[in-house]
């Protein structure tokens, strides 16, 4: 079983940075396509980025310039830097993980992600 954790979030200033983490555990990391997704009070869940087992990304047209996804396949770990934050980007954030094989579909709790003044 597939296993997604997630840290990094919190309360920042706008115009601040954060850096999500996630760790996977189970199953072959290197199968997976990797991403982060929000959902905000009322709204629903959207994707934010994605990062391709050969490690094509694709971002949000929200986040574009701003936020930037990266997985490190020894640590079996994917990271969301958070730059520029907005009050929009307020929400909490998963962790996805796609197996490309199976098409199996994993979510990690969510973390919150706060930015307010």
């Known amino acids: 079983q597939v296993q997604l954790v997630e840290s990094g979030g919190g309360l920042v200033r706008p115009g601040g940075s954060l850096r999500l983490s996630c760790a996977a555990s189970?199953?072959?990391?290197?199968?997976?396509?990797m991403g982060w997704y929000r959902q905000a009070p009322g709204k629903q869940r959207g994707l934010v980025a994605a990062?391709?087992?050969?490690?094509?990304?694709n971002y949000s047209e929200a986040v574009k310039g701003r936020f930037t996804i990266s997985r490190d396949d020894n640590k079996t770990t994917v990271y969301l830097q958070m730059n520029s934050l907005k009050a929009e980007d307020t929400a909490v954030y998963y962790c996805?993980?796609?197996?490309?094989?199976?098409?199996?579909?994993?979510w990690g709790q969510g973390t919150q992600v706060t930015v307010s003044s």
């Open positions: 996805n993980a796609l197996e490309i094989f199976n098409l199996d579909n994993y």
């Open positions: 990062v391709s087992r050969t490690g094509n990304i």
């Open positions: 189970g199953g072959i990391f290197s199968h997976f396509r």
